[in-house]
């Protein structure tokens, strides 16, 4: 069975629950407090969530992880193999949004435990959000009518921004409700919804 270490509320490890749900597949969650990653840090030499163990294979970082879920269950492939434009269009959404989308969140969630902010990046979050909108405006999902890794990596992110159940527990998610407006957008909430009702491991 895979063994995934966690946190909990935390977007990067829902990709993978998300991931692992759509494809069928088992996991054993191992749930650690925010403030303790000993156990993470001895398996896998660093001390971030997820962290997925398939026998003795260990995989750190969620896109990566995502990628080997799609090698060793390919049913529903995340990354499609029959379309290479589609493909390619996952991977730049998919590098775009964890090489840049998540920048101003991550300064935004530094400052705001300094009670301190930057006008800026908050336009630019917010700036970003009706692109999800407007990219909606041609499918299902975020690259048409069809399921891909984009979605799943986007999600989680958009969902906590979107959240309205119990109280969440970290200043980044504070921040993702508090800038992005993801509620204006009635596509983006719709998918989002969509996205919610689909299984998860």
């Not at 260990?58 to 269950?73: C, Q």
């Not at 969630?109 to 909108?133: I, M, V």
């Not at 984009?150 to 309205?164: H, K, Q, S």
């Not at 969440?168 to 998610?173: D, G, S």
């Amino acid at each position: 069975m895979l063994r995934c270490h966690a946190i909990p509320y935390s977007a990067n490890v829902d990709r993978v629950a998300l991931a692992a749900g759509l494809k069928g597949l088992e996991v054993h969650w191992i749930v650690h407090p925010y403030e303790e990653r000993t156990e993470v840090e001895r398996v896998s030499g660093q001390t971030l969530v997820p962290v997925l163990e398939d026998g003795g294979t260990v995989i750190s970082d969620s896109p990566r992880i995502l990628r080997y879920l799609d090698e060793i269950a390919p049913d529903p492939l995340l990354w499609p193999d029959d379309d290479p434009v589609l493909r390619a269009r996952v991977d730049v959404l998919v590098e775009w949004f964890n090489g840049v989308w998540k920048g101003p969140p991550n300064a935004l969630e530094a400052l705001w435990k300094q009670d301190r902010t930057d006008d800026a990046l908050e336009a630019q979050l917010a700036g970003w959000t009706p692109w999800f909108e407007e990219l909606l405006g041609a499918g299902e999902y975020l690259l048409g009518d069809r399921l891909t890794a984009a979605d799943v990596v986007i999600w989680p992110f958009l969902r906590y921004a979107a959240w309205d159940a119990e109280p969440l527990p970290y200043v980044f998610e504070h921040v993702l409700q508090q800038v992005c407006g993801v509620r204006d957008h009635p596509r983006l909430m719709a998918w989002i919804a969509r996205m919610e009702a689909l299984p998860r491991a």
